[in-house]
């Protein structure tokens, strides 16, 4: 059973107030990463653009081609991240499931890294096809291919077991691995500085005509995680008495695995691998709304949003010039957290 702790109990009018103080947070972080970095936006730059003053063309230059996709994009992977999260914690009945569980991101790691090693030499005209596309659409593959390969390890006569699922998750993120460290090791110099950037997690070089497929499929997937917030509500009293309930079990786990699979297959192919978020913030969120899918779903979506939008600020300003990869900055904090987590559980365990 999902073990649920709150430090607070929420009415129903103070869970709505959260998401509006959420909402407001997360429009503040926005404006905030949109207005600093290596270029300050102020106040009268944002009215001089408003008003279309040509001296501050630069500026909108820089605000509407390169911060605002980046930005948008960081949204809606953090959303998506923490949506599946939430959800696959609820399949799996355990506060500390992730969507990194299933394998999805170690096979569109294994897409891109293929694409970056072998894509001067075998996959050539794969890459003269796709462009400036070929690593997204790579890494987007390698997650299909690996979620393909899970969910017929997991179906066993029509039914889709949990169980199945993680244990074939974890087989695979083995064997990935394994050809991952080939492909490595193989690489000359450039491919493994790109491979290993990629693979810390950059929302850089992103714009709105490369990121537009991935956003409306990330943004269908939450929105149709949202429309499983009751039968998730019910799934988590356990299977036989959501069955009781009217709930097909069966197929409720099926939807949430492909649809995790198509929001994280998506982040990933255009951001690289960014951990702990989809772990951090529904947990964090859950301690404080409780496990109702109702507010905790887009709890989560906003807090994702706010976690991801100040990741990206700090991974963008921190060592300027340069940039720190984000995924860098979400493992430093959710690592802490994760210790923590494991602390209080064996600590309630030794009573």
Same mark, same amino acid.
Not at 199 to 208: D, E, P, R, V
């Given at each position: 059973m999902l073990a649920v702790s709150r430090f607070f109990v929420f009415s129903t009018s103070q869970k709505c107030l959260v998401l509006v103080v959420l909402s407001l947070t997360l429009a503040t972080s926005m404006l905030v990463s949109l207005s600093v970095g290596g270029v300050s936006?102020? +106040?009268?730059?944002? =009215?001089?653009?408003?008003?279309?003053?040509?001296?501050?063309?630069?500026?909108?230059?820089?605000?509407?081609?390169?911060?605002?996709?980046? #930005?948008?994009l960081a949204v809606m992977v953090g959303a998506s991240l923490a949506a599946t999260g939430a959800a696959m914690q609820a399949?799996?009945?355990?506060? #500390?499931?992730?969507?990194?569980?299933?394998?999805?991101?170690?096979?569109?790691? #294994?897409?891109?890294?293929?694409?970056?090693? =072998?894509?001067?030499? +075998?996959?050539?005209?794969? +890459?003269?096809?796709f462009g400036l596309y070929a690593i997204p659409v790579g890494a987007f593959l390698g997650g299909v291919v690996v979620c393909g390969c899970i969910y017929r390890l997991t179906l066993r006569a029509g039914q889709f077991n949990v169980i199945s699922l993680l244990l074939a998750g974890i087989a695979i993120n083995a064997i990935v691995g394994a050809f991952i460290g080939i492909l490595t090791i193989t690489s000359n110099d450039q491919e493994l500085r790109d491979l290993t950037f990629w693979?810390?997690?950059? /929302?850089?070089?992103?714009?709105?005509?490369?990121?537009?497929?991935?956003?409306?499929?990330?943004?269908?997937s939450c929105a149709s995680l949202y429309k499983q917030r009751i039968? /998730?509500? /019910?799934? +988590?009293?356990?299977?036989?008495?959501?069955?009781?309930?009217?709930?097909?079990?069966?197929? /409720?786990?099926k939807?949430?695995?492909?649809l995790t699979a198509c929001a994280v297959g998506a982040a990933v192919a255009l951001c690289g691998i960014i951990g702990f978020v989809g772990f951090i913030v529904p947990h964090i969120v859950r301690m404080f709304l409780g496990p109702d899918h109702k507010y905790l779903l887009p709890a989560s979506m906003l807090g994702g949003a706010i976690l991801m939008s100040i990741a990206d600020l700090v991974s963008r300003t921190i060592v300027l010039?340069?940039? =720190?990869?984000?995924? #860098?900055?979400?493992?430093?904090?959710?690592?802490?957290?994760?210790?923590?987590m494991l602390l209080k559980m064996q600590s309630k365990q030794s009573f």
């Open positions: 936006i102020s +106040v009268a730059n944002w =009215l001089a653009i408003a008003a279309g003053d040509a001296s501050v063309q630069g500026l909108s230059s820089v605000l509407t081609q390169i911060r605002l996709p980046r #930005l948008v399949i799996f009945r355990n506060p #500390l499931a992730d969507p990194g569980l299933i394998g999805i991101s170690s096979g569109a790691a #294994l897409g891109a890294i293929i694409t970056i090693v =072998l894509g001067s030499s +075998v996959l050539g005209s794969f +890459v003269a096809l693979s810390m997690g950059s /929302l850089a070089g992103n714009t709105f005509d490369m990121i537009l497929p991935a956003l409306i499929v990330m943004t269908f039968a /998730l509500n /019910l799934y +988590v009293l356990g299977e036989q008495s959501a069955k009781h309930l009217g709930v097909d079990v069966n197929a /409720l786990k939807r949430v695995f492909l010039p340069s940039e =720190l990869p984000i995924g #860098l900055i979400t493992s430093a904090l959710g690592g802490p957290f994760f210790l923590w």
